[in-house]
């Protein structure tokens, strides 16, 4: 499969080329950058874990903590909320199932609190529970987490979503230059890191198109290759002005095809986030399904 580095990447030194369009060095820098966000991010995040389950608390606090993060517990809702109340952590864990509060109405006062409307809440489901990822999404959830949980993979999940909750604060302070108006929390997010070529897509983003949580891999082209033929050619050209710096931000609306082969009218949006020498590091962006309002369009348009 091509590299989509080849389709944005322009050497800057070819002399230097690495054949993924940046030099040695800028391979380096990036790598660095990344590696440095990671760690920064993870010693400096507290996450808050809420389960009845008393294993579930351990293994998760085991696994979290052993990658950095600052691991805060509660038994059921109510005692989750007082401590997101007295602790402020930078992300909540919660089980849909508790007592006295569910996960569900957890994430819904949250959501009600002064600062609580853009704080990370991943929710874990049942295995396939698609009634309750459905309405984890309409109450304002950022993510979900599939039980059993893979714990060894737990932490990387939530350092991405955290640094993905971090760049769209950047991005809600940064309205003027980026042109973006509004965020919902339903959106799908994606976060590229241009050092490694992979992309993390939320579950959202997956579930928009009909794909549950293990069948989109981190490869850019699971996007790419499933843009509409007609409208490709003009996505990557705006990817590559914007992640050149041709343009204060990524924004572009276009066709992408579904898990049931069909095609959706999505609109997608984003920034760059360079590193200390200007070079675009990553870009980290959302997702926003408009089919039903391009078919609306089309209707006001037949009968004008």
């Known amino acids: 499969m091509e590299s989509i580095d080849l389709l944005l ?3 800057d030194d070819p002399s230097l080329d690495t054949g993924e369009g940046k030099t040695v060095t800028q391979l380096k820098q990036s790598k660095e950058i990344v590696e440095r966000e990671q760690t920064f991010q993870r010693a400096s995040a507290a996450v808050l874990v809420a389960d009845d389950d008393s294993m579930v608390l351990f293994l998760a606090e085991q696994a979290l903590t052993a990658k950095g993060f600052k691991v805060l517990t509660a038994a059921d809702g109510q005692q989750a909320l007082e401590i997101y109340q007295s602790k402020n952590p930078d992300l909540v864990l919660c089980d849909v199932m508790m007592p006295n509060l569910d996960g569900f109405e957890l994430c819904s006062a949250i959501r009600r609190m002064k600062d609580g409307e853009h704080v990370p809440v991943v929710m874990l489901t049942g295995l396939n529970d698609a009634r309750s990822i459905k309405q984890a999404f309409a109450i304002g959830a950022t ?5 059993p949980v893979n714990w060894d993979l737990l932490p ?3 350092d991405y979503v955290l640094r993905a909750s971090n760049a769209f604060g950047k991005l809600r302070a940064s309205e003027e230059r980026l042109g973006l108006f509004e965020y919902s929390i339903s959106d799908g997010l994606w976060d590229w890191s241009f050092a490694d070529d992979k992309i993390y897509y939320s579950a959202r983003w997956k579930s928009m ?11 850019p ?4 290759d499933r843009i509409h033929t007609d409208d490709k050619s003009r996505v990557i050209n705006e990817l590559h002005a914007h992640k050149n710096g041709e343009s204060t931000h990524f924004e572009c609306e276009y066709r992408i095809r ?7 009218w999505v609109k997608c949006r984003g920034v760059a986030v360079g590193d200390e020498n200007g070079v675009a590091c ?3 962006g959302s997702q926003t399904d408009i089919s039903d309002l391009k078919a609306a369009e089309e209707a006001l348009a037949d009968k004008s």
């Open 143 to 147: 993510d979900y987490c599939e039980k």
């Open 209 to 219: 198109l009909g794909f549950g949580e293990d069948q989109i891999g981190t490869d």
């Open 9 to 11: 990447n322009e050497p």
């Open 258 to 264: 579904d898990a049931e082969g069909d095609y959706r």
């Open 282 to 284: 990553r870009m980290t």
């Open 221 to 224: 082209m699971e996007w790419i």
């Open 156 to 158: 990387f999940k939530i």
